[in-house]
């Protein structure tokens, strides 16, 4: 018996040794990939997808290939990639999968794509749902505000970047252990630049009717889907033959007959604005964050959270962490006034426990409640269009601003450090601005970088004003002269 358990803690430690063993690495060296297969996504056009590990973060991050079809060429797409890739890497929001970094290369002779992505490990909201489903547990309200309050927020940011994501299923939404909920970013669209395939028949039931005509095809098809998403975790799955005995095929009324058990009629009338047939009549995802139905946390209050915890910035502001959050129960944390003599609303620290408060805190803080609602979202900077090919002239070498910048720096300061690689160095700009905010930059720069080039890069995409061009660029290049690196780390604190 004992020869038995160890043979069979010996095959085990063998497997677990091969899902570890390093196949590829990236041509950074950042990203090794891994034996291990990630079965998280349900991405069409996607191949195989690895667990792999971020050498530099030390986490395990999710390794993505795509190999091209016989009819696409590498060469004629390879601005067409750039173009859209390089835009799913700037997608920067709480409840989106991030996109780290995608490149192309060859291997056995076969062109492919890798793309490199944030791991979730604890798997998909379809997932989560049959696991409850098993257990015989309802769904809380509660619960289900708060996931699709964080889904919405996610495609109102993608849809004021001008991207539809097209594949949104409890399949592509994920949860993490504090209850984040996030979606995968990689639309299926961009797959079909780099191959042709065939359309997986999973969860047509998520797909708005007017998918088949391209013309037709708005942001309305991502409410849709998010309206079918909303159903399905609301009632645990379709009623009938919805996703019964192994099929995935969900008929009318099927979704008729679930929308029908739903109790609370504001929940039925959330989801039916969202699953019209006419996608002109379909909200869009920042009016759905209004409808009442989603208010769970009275709206001055969580402004009054989201306050508080983006109230310090810089390290120089941060208070003793056990007396971060000391607050009077007196004190007003909150307050409406109406400039037409209305009597205004007080939000005193009295009117929220203390255990209630400490855990809007923290839900705030894990990104649970977002403030889309509140706040539009501000998308990343649009690639510029490749120039044109020209004769030869006077090219100036500073683009036209992206986003500009109105408020003046009144205190800045700069350091620098020394990487592990020859001649590149961190450097990490603090600066506050004339309205009390502060701001963090943080970059990788090398000597090919020149003060003057940094400070304008920062003018360029709205980090900083035209009129503080100068005096940024001056405390670069006082930051990384070569004689004040000899220590590693240096720094330069200088008042507007």
Not at 238 to 266: C, D, Y
Not at 356 to 376: M, S
Not at 417 to 438: A, R, S
Request: glycine share 4%; proline share 5%.
């Amino acid at each position: 018996m004992a020869e038995t358990d160890e043979g069979s803690k010996s095959k085990a430690d063998s497997e677990s040794e091969d899902e570890s063993e390093v196949l590829e690495e990236s041509p950074c060296g950042r990203w090794q990939k891994r034996r291990e297969e990630v079965e998280q996504r349900d991405v069409p056009g996607i191949d195989n997808a690895f667990l792999a590990m971020d050498t530099e973060e030390g986490v395990e991050v999710v390794w993505n290939e795509v190999q091209f079809s016989g009819n696409r060429n590498l060469k004629e797409q390879q601005e067409k990639i750039r173009q859209v890739f390089n835009s799913l890497i700037q997608l920067d929001h709480p409840n989106i999968v991030k996109f780290h970094k995608y490149w192309t290369d060859t291997k056995d002779g076969r062109p492919r794509v890798i793309f490199i992505t944030e791991y979730m490990s604890s798997g998909s909201l379809k997932q989560f749902l049959k696991r409850t489903k098993k257990n015989n547990k309802t769904f809380q309200l509660k619960a289900w505000k708060r996931w699709c309050t964080q889904i919405l927020s996610a495609l109102s940011y993608l849809h004021s970047c001008e991207i539809i994501h097209g594949n949104l299923t409890c399949d592509t939404i994920f949860i993490q252990h504090n209850g984040l909920i996030k979606i995968g970013s990689v639309a299926p669209d961009a797959m079909h630049i780099v191959k042709t395939y065939r359309k997986d028949i999973k969860n047509m039931h998520c797909v708005a009717p007017e998918y088949e005509d391209p013309s037709r095809c708005t942001t309305a098809i991502d409410i849709y889907s998010f309206g079918m998403c909303a159903l399905e975790i609301a009632a645990l799955g379709f009623q009938g033959n919805g996703g019964e005995g192994g099929t995935n095929h969900v008929t009318e009324e099927a979704i008729e007959k679930t929308l029908a058990s739903l109790e609370n009629p504001l929940q039925k009338d959330f989801i039916s604005k969202c699953i019209q047939k006419d996608p002109k009549k379909r909200p869009q995802a920042r009016e759905l964050l209004f409808h009442e139905i989603l208010f769970e946390v009275h709206s001055l209050l969580l402004l009054a959270a989201h306050a508080i915890v983006h109230s310090s910035i810089l390290p120089e502001n941060l208070t003793d962490q056990a007396n971060k959050y000391k607050l009077e129960p007196n004190q007003v944390i909150a307050e409406i006034t109406h400039p037409d003599g209305r009597e205004g609303v007080v939000w005193r620290v009295s009117k929220c426990p203390p255990m209630e408060r400490e855990k809007l805190l923290e839900d705030v803080r894990n990104g649970i409640f977002p403030l889309t609602a509140f706040n539009v979202p501000t998308p990343p900077p649009k690639p510029r269009a490749k120039t044109p090919e020209v004769v030869e002239s006077s090219k100036s070498e500073i683009p036209e601003p992206v986003d500009v910048e109105n408020r003046l720096v009144i205190q800045y300061s700069c350091s620098v450090k020394k990487t592990d690689e020859q001649g590149v160095y961190n450097l990490t700009l603090q600066l506050k601005m004339d309205d009390k905010m502060n701001r963090q930059l943080t970059a990788e720069v090398n000597d090919e970088d020149t003060p003057e080039n940094l400070a304008q890069e920062l003018v360029h995409y709205g980090f900083i004003n035209q009129n503080d061009r100068d005096s940024i660029t001056k405390l670069i290049e006082e930051s990384i002269r070569p004689s004040m690196l000899e220590n590693g780390i240096i720094e330069n604190v200088a008042t507007a």
